[in-house]
């Protein structure tokens, strides 16, 4: 039996990928990232809100938390795939309140474009435009504030 040892650039060499690996990986990187999903984005769904002329940020916020809403009940059908109606008192939280926050999220979320049409009709008179809007932004706050309350949640 004839056992050889090796030094440990001869052991190196012989375990070592092929030169051609890394180099590889690297291109496999750069078209995941830099081609295949700038053609082709993982949430389509959210660059389709993203208006393409100006917007503000804040209302660009509002936008896309409420379009996380829709999607997350609508397309990713969250009541029907998630058991919302166990409560868990070891663990310390209640899913049947994060499952009412949702819901009343999402049928706030459904309904702001008729507030805020309605909001710009009352453009005539001045004292109610300004009540109606402020009422409007108080809400879109209060609603934003409860989706980041339930995010951790909002997964299936």
Known sequence: MNLETYSLEEALKIY??????????????????????????????????IPNDWCDKPELIADILFACIVNFVEEEKCFEVNSWHCSDEHFGYDKRKEKKIIEDCYR???????????????????SI??????????????????????RQYLWT
């Open 16 to 49: 070592s990928p092929p030169w051609w690996k890394p180099i590889w990986w690297k291109i496999e990187r750069f078209y995941d990232y830099q081609i295949r999903y700038r053609l082709f984005p993982r949430q389509r769904w959210l660059t389709k809100q």
């Open 108 to 126: 706030y979320a459904k309904l702001r474009k008729k507030l805020e049409e309605q909001v710009w009709k009352s453009r005539d008179n001045f």
């Open 129 to 150: 435009s300004i009540a109606m809007e402020n009422l409007y932004n108080k809400c879109e706050t209060h609603y934003c504030q409860k989706i980041l309350e339930v």
